[in-house]
């Protein structure tokens, strides 16, 4: 099956330096890779959608200049987190969809858990 | 992409049916029925998807009314690991489209 991989799996660090997170679909190619945040007991709240090959385009109240967003093949895309504090600790949830037009299925990864201090 | 209803928690027994359900009254003749479900501390998990028929796979059954306005999705033999937080999402099948979550419905089996 279709699988979706994060790395790293957890990061801590401190505020103000920047991390980044990586998103890779395994066994298909994703024209389309969508980046999710999550914070204690609420739901994902989708931050960016990533083209392969374009700019990504940012949800609403989402800053692209400190979410830096790189797709730059059809198997990766990243998610930079710069100038980090800690009000940006949370979960971080890429999702991935084959090319095919009429494969509508998203794939998720397993997440990775940023704790600034 | 039409809002969702579900209730916030449910608990079911082991080894028992898991019924869950999710009223999307808004929902339009072009937009399918979704359900993801996350265990905790992971991505989502795909379940299943449907447009009108009822569907079922390997993981679980997905009974849309006729209507449409309303779902049900179905664990056959709820399991602890079935353990986790079911999410019922209707959206337009498009090439773009992103997945919009609402609250879902925490599902606790227990022994």
């Known amino acids: 099956g279709a699988v979706v991989s994060q790395h790293p799996s957890r990061v801590i660090c401190k505020s103000g330096t920047s991390v980044k997170i990586e998103c890779r679909s395994l066994?298909?190619?994703?024209?389309?890779m969508f980046w999710y945040r999550q914070f204690p007991k609420q739901s994902l709240m989708l931050m960016a959608t990533?083209?392969?090959?374009?700019?990504?385009?940012?949800e609403q109240g989402v800053e692209k200049d400190k979410f830096l967003i790189n797709h730059a093949s059809l198997t990766l895309s990243t998610l930079t987190v710069t100038s980090a504090h800690p009000e940006d600790s949370s979960f971080y949830i890429c999702?991935?969809?084959?090319?095919?037009?009429?494969?509508?299925?998203?794939?998720f990864g397993p997440g990775t858990r940023l704790l600034v201090l | 992409d039409a809002k969702t209803t579900q209730p916030p928690s449910m608990d079911c027994a082991e080894g028992r049916a898991a019924n869950l359900p999710c009223n999307h009254s808004?929902?339009?003749?072009?937009?399918?029925v979704y359900w993801y479900r996350q265990i905790h501390s992971q991505g989502p998990q795909y379940i299943i998807h449907?447009?009108?028929n009822n569907e079922t796979n390997e993981m679980a059954s997905l009974i849309i009314t006729e209507d449409r306005k309303s779902s049900t999705l179905i664990l056959p033999h709820a399991t602890l690991r079935d353990t986790a937080v079911y999410y019922c999402?209707?959206?337009?099948?498009?090439?773009?489209?992103?997945?919009?979550f609402g609250g879902g419905t925490r599902l606790m089996v227990k022994p």
């Open positions: 999702s991935a969809k084959p090319g095919d037009y009429l494969q509508e299925t998203q794939y």
């Open positions: 066994d298909f190619q994703a024209t389309t």
């Open positions: 990533s083209n392969e090959g374009s700019k990504a385009t940012y």
């Open positions: 808004t929902i339009s003749g072009n937009e399918y």
């Open positions: 449907g447009l009108k």
């Open positions: 999402i209707v959206r337009v099948m498009n090439a773009g489209n992103m997945l919009t």
